[in-house]
């Protein structure tokens, strides 16, 4: 394999793909024996993957740079032309589910795909193309937004990233400062954004009637494979969380309050956890990445092949810079098997996170891509694929202090207390979405006052200091996964309680705890969400009793770092 700087991107010619697709099609719906039938299905996974890798390219080299012309129109040309694949794809679902071999692709391949099939075949309606087209156009009207957001702070241009690490600052008057520049440039285009988000909204609902959903709600949890449970298990959820967590991090809060010495905890105050400052990397880009290569050398055989792997073809980029899309996210190239880490370097423990918490998720697409045969059983829905990325967080306590010297112990306690401050504000915004789609016509003026209410229940201790923007229930638009992936979020609240259970599991026997995570990264797609973590020996975060349970162990050891501090 080539350096992922010297892949050759060539635009798809997808007239001769679906040519190809239809011609393997024809193939299987003639084969008179299951070898055949195979044979045909093979050779068109070969061409799907080889078809991936060209839009994976594309995609990951135009969000690193949004104002690169070329890639913006090649990325505009997929998100038109990809979804007129859809009669192919209903296609490709009602040969496997009506093949006279179903039996026995089952028995070699297991029953998950055709299972889903079966549920998805709703969705693959061709009135919907024209929709998906739309909204693949306002998500890039929204990225192009985000992205070409700026502002000269002290001297220096920053971006919505780069405030975030004045917001970290000591001094609390350049922490005030960043955070009204912040907030300033969301309310600079929230009129912008509240129309991209008006027709978004309203897109959302029209494909869900067109299936005959009466909510989008219905639609989102068929659409992400989400089959193992329902809205109602979900407000369960929320309520445990409400429940058992919001008063712990009430009390963190609380704590932090009084370590930093303040009458009140602002908004801008949130983020910096130790009066002295919060622990930040000791190294750059080059010495980061070479600590993550020892690290994951030292963790176990398959992280270390898998590091060396990357480090090799030189898959990451990892700086901030003008015009480059907002975030971090892994992605996988299949034909190639080759993870790609796409992030935002800042200057503060983010940027270490990045290096466990994606790469975790490019471990399991390393991991999982080598051993499942199709690649629709490589990745699992999102709820199982972020214990993947949040757990590699946590079984890399052990060596952070390659990263952060003296100050680990700190950055240590810091973590694993924001990866329980963080579960309320993942269902917060979960629970955004749910109100704002059982009343879709709601003003924007309606949803910041939603936003608003929702605060006081899942973030009762947040005050931004009279800040207008906020104060009316500006926050909600700083999160692009409303925009973009609708109702994820709540997803990486669900996966955090597997992260603590594996990783409670490992401080009791660390072989025990890396034994669990492997299983799961090792399973991929091949198994439903329950039987998922049934199989890697973890607990329905549904079930009464389940949310306290997972996050003792935390609790637990966060008193053990609180002492070391």
């Given amino acids: 394999m080539e350096k992922f700087s010297e892949i050759k991107y060539e635009r798809p010619d997808l007239k001769k793909f679906e040519a190809y697709e239809n011609a393997c099609l024809d193939r299987a719906e003639k084969a008179e024996n299951y070898d055949e039938f195979k044979k045909a299905l093979m050779d068109g996974e070969e061409a799907e993957k080889e078809l991936g890798d060209m839009i994976q390219v594309c995609y990951i080299r135009s969000t690193m740079n949004k104002a690169d012309e070329f890639y913006s129109k090649e990325q505009e040309f997929l998100d038109e032309e990809i979804p007129k694949l859809m009669p192919l794809n209903k ?52 990225s192009q937004i985000a992205a070409k957001c700026k502002t000269n702070f002290r001297g220096e241009e920053c971006n919505f990233y780069g405030l975030l690490r004045h917001m970290q600052s000591t001094d609390r008057a350049e922490r005030k400062e960043a955070f009204e520049a912040w907030s300033a440039l969301y309310e600079s285009v929230s009129g912008k954004l509240d129309e991209v988000y008006d027709k978004l909204v309203a897109l959302r609902v029209q ?36 429940d058992i967590i919001v008063p712990e991090v009430s009390k963190l809060y609380e704590e932090q309050r009084k370590r930093l010495g303040l009458d009140k905890l602002e908004y801008y105050d949130e983020q910096l956890v130790f009066p002295e400052g919060n622990a930040k990397p000791i190294g750059n880009r080059e010495q980061m990445v070479k600590w993550a290569q020892e690290m994951y050398s030292e963790l176990s055989p398959e992280t270390k092949e898998f590091f060396d792997f990357m480090v090799k073809y030189e898959l990451f980029d990892l700086e901030t810079k003008p015009n480059k899309h907002l975030g971090g996210y892994m992605t996988l190239l299949p ?113 910041y006052a939603t936003w608003h209410d929702i605060e006081k229940t899942f973030l009762p201790w947040r005050s931004y200091d009279g800040n207008a923007f906020l104060e009316k229930g500006g926050f909600w638009m700083q999160k692009q996964h409303i925009f973009l992936y609708p109702f994820y979020y709540v997803d990486y609240a669900l996966a955090q309680i597997g992260a603590f259970e594996i990783y409670s599991k490992s401080l009791k026997n660390k072989e025990d705890g890396w034994n669990s995570y ?43 770092f609180e002492r070391s501090i």
Wanted: charged share 25%; with cysteine; glycine share 6%.
């Fill in 91 to 142: 296609r490709h679902s009602e040969v496997l589910l009506n093949s006279k071999f179903r039996k026995e692709f089952d028995a070699e391949f297991g029953d998950i795909i055709n299972k889903t099939e079966e549920k998805l075949l709703i969705l693959k309606n061709e009135k919907l193309i024209p929709l998906q087209i739309q909204e693949n156009k306002l998500t890039e009207e929204y």
């Fill in 207 to 242: 494909k869900a009637e067109i299936v005959g959903f009466k909510n989008y709600r219905e639609f989102a949890l068929l659409e992400s494979e989400h089959f193992d449970y329902t809205k109602e298990d979900l407000a369960n959820f929320k309520k445990q969380v409400i």
């Fill in 335 to 447: 034909k190639r098997q080759a993870p790609f880490i796409f992030s935002n370097f800042n200057g503060t423990s983010a940027d270490v996170e990045v290096l466990t918490h994606e790469a975790g998720h490019s471990f399991e697409g390393f991991v999982s891509s080598r051993i499942q045969p199709l690649s629709s059983m490589v990745m699992s829905t999102s709820d199982i694929d972020e214990i993947h990325s949040m757990t590699m967080e946590h079984l890399t306590y052990p060596w952070m202090d390659k990263f952060f010297g003296d100050k680990v112990h700190k950055f240590r306690y810091a973590h694993l207390t924001e990866a329980l401050k963080v579960i309320p504000y993942l269902c917060a915004v979960d629970e955004f979405q749910c109100r704002v789609f059982d009343n879709p016509t709601m003003t924007a003026e309606e949803r």
């Fill in 518 to 560: 492997l299983t799961l990264c090792k399973m991929g797609g091949s198994r439903g969400y329950l039987d998922l973590l049934k199989g890697a020996g973890l607990h329905s975060p549904f079930a009464d009793g389940s949310v306290k349970n997972a996050v003792e162990g935390a609790l637990n050891q966060i008193k053990v």
